[in-house]
């Protein structure tokens, strides 16, 4: 069988994506950012040894409010599960750790708490997180042991998880008599609990490897869109017109691509690198796939997801998502995450001015 590592940022409670069709559908599409979002959690090595620094970096934003709201993220690490283990392993022990939370989480070692107040021009919306994956906890789960029927394969890595949250309040641990299912909750500044748009949840799973094999996140250099790069700041974005009217829907869902809309690429090169541990199960040369996902917070963009290179190795030179202005003067911030097979990740953010 086909070992192949993927890393997987999921949603563990307090946050649902709704998915439907961009084409005359109410429902909120993945790519619209209109609530509280995170969009990507990037680890500064995909594939990490034991004793090593893994740096995570969070890109959110929060489109709720005429301004920016103070965020509290907080960052939960230091649970590693052998192969086959669900994230949900972790929660006996997420339990105690968040405990800290209600005394000093600054003597928590796998514990960061900070607030951001994000301005919403210059860089991504971003924070981070350090921390080592304990030598100790690599040999009790097995990470040097020879496989056996008692042991998982040893040509298997073990995973790390990190857990994390993006509150517009404030973060505290569930009370016990709680139906939440995540031992975390946001709260307002009166103790009520805040709803979705306003509080995510999620985590991150990173590959342990005694011996890590070479593993890159791709390279992003920025988005364009119909041959011009879109603005690093809002002060240099580009100018596009609003789309008025019936305009937006002069293409259809299968007609032609009404005049309005304009092609959103992300600036990505043939930059998928070879699969060494499935070209060892496979016996054949094998690449990792490479894609990219699109979010904007204003107007509408075709596809949320599209393939960059697949992984028979082809590279699709145009990966680009149709993206309709809104019909409201602004600025509009566009991200592209761009995401391998093997865990690695990259974002770009860039501006438009719509008049």
Not at 142 to 167: I, N, R
Not at 175 to 187: I, N
Not at 190 to 217: H, K, L, M, Q
Not at 307 to 332: C, K, N, R
Request: net charge negative; proline share 8%.
């Amino acid at each position: 069988m086909r070992f192949s590592v993927r890393r997987a940022v999921g949603v563990v409670g307090a946050w649902m994506l709704m998915v439907g069709s961009s084409c005359g559908s109410d429902l909120e599409q993945p790519s619209q950012v209109t609530t509280l979002r995170i969009l990507s959690v990037v680890a500064s090595r995909p594939y990490v040894e034991p004793g090593q620094e893994l740096t995570l970096s969070m890109t959110y934003h929060d489109a709720l409010g005429p301004s920016p709201r103070p965020i509290q993220v907080t960052w939960i690490g230091g649970c590693l599960l052998p192969p086959g283990a669900p994230y949900y392993a972790c929660f006996p022990q997420l339990e105690k750790t968040v405990a800290a939370l209600a005394g000093d989480a600054a003597k928590e070692p796998f514990v960061h708490q900070e607030v951001a107040s994000p301005e919403r021009s210059g860089v991504p919306d971003a924070v981070s997180f350090s921390t080592k994956i304990p030598l100790e906890l690599f040999d009790f789960f097995g990470g040097k042991k020879d496989a056996s029927e008692d042991t998982a394969d040893a040509s298997e890595p073990l995973t790390a998880y990190v857990f994390f949250t993006a509150c517009a309040g404030q973060v505290r641990p569930e009370t016990a008599d709680s139906e939440a299912k995540f031992p975390l909750g946001c709260f307002d500044e009166d103790g009520a609990r805040v709803g979705p748009d306003s509080f995510v949840v999620g985590y991150t799973e990173v590959p342990i490897f005694e011996d890590a094999p070479v593993n890159e996140n791709p390279p992003n250099d920025g988005i364009e869109f119909d041959g011009t790069r879109l603005g690093a700041t809002p002060e240099d974005a580009p100018t596009v017109k609003r789309c008025l009217g019936g305009e937006a829907r002069d293409g259809g869902c299968e007609g032609e691509k009404s005049e309005c809309q304009l092609d959103i690429q992300a600036m990505v090169e043939d930059v998928a690198e070879s699969d060494p541990i499935a070209s060892a199960q496979t016996g054949e040369p094998e690449r990792e796939g490479v894609w990219v996902e699109y979010f904007a917070d204003g107007g509408e963009l075709s596809d949320s997801s599209v393939v960059i290179s697949d992984e028979t190795g082809e590279y699709l030179q145009d990966h680009s998502a149709a993206w309709t202005p809104p019909d409201e003067a602004g600025i509009v911030s566009i991200w592209a995450v761009v995401r391998d097979t093997r865990g690695g990740a990259s974002v770009a953010r860039g501006f438009l001015r719509v008049e």
